[in-house]
């Protein structure tokens, strides 16, 4: 049974740091596309920022040169690390598996981030 499981939210100041991490388990973990997507209230689910399994990044361009994604193959863990966190940023951030064997995505259930001005 695959599971996607995100931690580490919380509420943090303006200009706050925090760092999320998602574990999964049941998957080929290092034959996974992992990634961060976030969702506001009253708005659509959007990217954040993704990390393939060969290594190459990309970041939604609100969160370019404050987040980075990175992963730890042998935790089966990805994380996402939140710099210079605004007000805006406030959201559930969901971890998202691609796994590439099986051409399935698997999502955990989110942890809330939220950013008081």
């Known amino acids: 049974q695959v599971q996607v499981v995100e931690s580490g939210g919380g509420l943090v100041q303006s200009g706050g740091s925090l760092r999320l991490s998602c574990a999964a388990s049941?998957?080929?973990?290092?034959?996974?596309?992992m990634g961060w997507y976030r969702q506001a209230p009253g708005k659509q689910r959007e990217f954040v920022a993704t990390l393939t399994s060969g290594g190459v990044t990309n970041y939604a361009n609100s969160v370019k040169g404050r987040f980075t994604i990175s992963r730890d193959n042998a935790e089966n863990t990805v994380y996402l690390q939140m710099n210079s966190l605004k007000p805006e940023d406030t959201a559930v951030y969901y971890c998202?598996?691609?796994?590439?064997?099986?051409?399935?995505?698997?999502w955990g259930q989110g942890t809330q981030v939220t950013v008081s001005s």
């Open positions: 998202n598996a691609y796994a590439i064997p099986n051409g399935r995505t698997y």
């Open positions: 049941g998957i080929s973990f290092s034959l996974c596309d």
